[in-house]
Structures are given as C-alpha cells and as structure tokens.
C-alpha cells in the first residue's frame, strides 16, 4: 500500500524566511503533484513533477523531485503572508492511472 | 473557461438518506475522479472514469457507486449515510493525466 508522509505537519515561519516541506512515498512512481488549499476552498495545482531531477518554480515556490530517494520537496523562498495555506503532495503510481495517494498535507502559516 | 463545476456546494443529509452530488468537468476533460476529504485530513480517492468506464475504484463500501455520462459529466451516490460520511467532497478532471484540476467540492453534512 502506497504511503505518502509530508513533514512537518505544522509550520509556522516569519515573513521573509526560506523554508522546505519534505514529501516521502513508499512506492516507485511516475509523477507527483503539489497541490495549495486555503481554509474552506478547494484544491489549487501548484506544481507537476514527471520525472526524476525534476524542477519547477513559480514566483516564491520551487518544487523538486527525486524519485530513486522517493522525495519530493517544496521550497519557499521569501515567504509573504500571501502564502499561507496548507500544502498537499500528491502521488500518482502509474502514469495516467489519476488515482492520487496524498499525503497528511502541511499547515504553513506566516506571520508578519 | 469554466473550471470543473460541482453541485449542490452545501447539504444537509439525514443518516440513513441517500445523496447524489453532480460534477461537470473542464470542457474536453474525459476523465472524471472522486475523492473525500475529511476535516483535516488530505483527500482519499474514491473512484476515477474514463470515456464512461470505470478505471479505478477506492476503499470505499458499496454504499458509495458512481457514473459518468456520455458528455462526461458525473455523478457519487452515497446510500445509507452514516454519520462518518460528512465530509468535503472533490470532484477531478483531467486531459492525459498531467494537472489534475478540482472543482470547489460539496460540503455534505450528515445529522
């Protein structure tokens, strides 16, 4: 059974901090996603990750991938107020199969 | 263009009643998934369609069942509801299986 454990559950940073959340799974898989949800709303894509090494970045969100070591990590840069949210990754075994295992997700607040 | 459109976004349901809460995906999106999202929890996935055909099934009980129609709109039922089935339910779609897009969820309450 596919695990996926993000860490830390809870975050609480100052603006201006960098910061990383770690997102580990137990299986081999294709693809992983990350995904952004403020209190009361629904899911916002952030990122999709294909293949091993890779990278993506968007305004103060980076997020990378290493598959032989099971790990994908996003990294805030800056942080602003803006960005607090809780985080979800998300993993998909087999490409194409849209059955995504997600992990506990990560509350990040920043306070000003 | 419109994202993917979920309906009713609030309900209150009885234990024992029935509920069936619809989605429509991104237009040209032909393949649809359901996942629950418990309060503070990440989503679990119940089930996944593709072109009408199931393609993927969570751990759910019987109680929940799900179609999709041949303009790939959707639908979950949910029998029998138990207290336990409150919860934020999503509703996904997606073209090739790269970003998976959701809609705002039905917020479902079971009294």
């Known amino acids: 059974e596919l695990k996926v454990e993000q860490n830390p559950l809870f975050l609480s940073m100052q603006e201006g901090k960098n910061y990383t959340i770690y997102c580990n799974y137990s299986?081999?898989?294709?693809?992983l996603y990350w995904y952004r949800q403020d209190p009361g709303k629904s899911l916002e894509s952030l990122f999709v990750l294909l293949s091993n090494g890779a990278v993506k970045q968007e305004g103060r969100l980076m997020a990378s991938l290493d598959t032989k070591a099971r790990l994908s990590t996003l990294h805030i840069t800056a942080a602003v107020h803006d960005l607090s949210a809780t985080y979800f990754c998300?993993?998909?075994?087999?490409?194409?199969?849209?059955?995504?295992?997600f992990g506990t997700g990560t509350r990040l607040t920043i306070i000003p | 263009d419109a994202g993917v459109t979920q309906s009713p976004t609030h309900l209150i349901k009885t234990r024992g009643q029935q509920v069936t809460l619809r989605c429509s995906p991104i237009?040209?999106?032909?393949?649809v998934s359901w996942y629950q999202q418990v309060l503070g929890q990440g989503p679990q996935f119940i089930f996944q369609y593709y072109e009408k055909e199931e393609r993927g099934r969570g751990n759910f009980p019987d109680r929940f069942s799900a179609r999709q129609f041949p303009n790939y709109s959707s639908e979950l039922n949910v029998n029998a509801l138990l207290l336990g089935d409150s919860a934020l339910y999503l509703c996904?779609?997606?073209?090739?299986?790269?970003?998976?897009?959701f809609g705002e969820g039905s917020w479902l309450t079971v009294v």
């Open positions: 299986t081999t898989s294709d693809r």
């Open positions: 237009s040209g999106h032909k393949s």
């Open positions: 996904a779609s997606s073209v090739g299986g790269n970003t998976i897009y």
């Open positions: 998300a993993v998909d075994i087999k490409s194409g199969n849209e059955k995504l295992t």
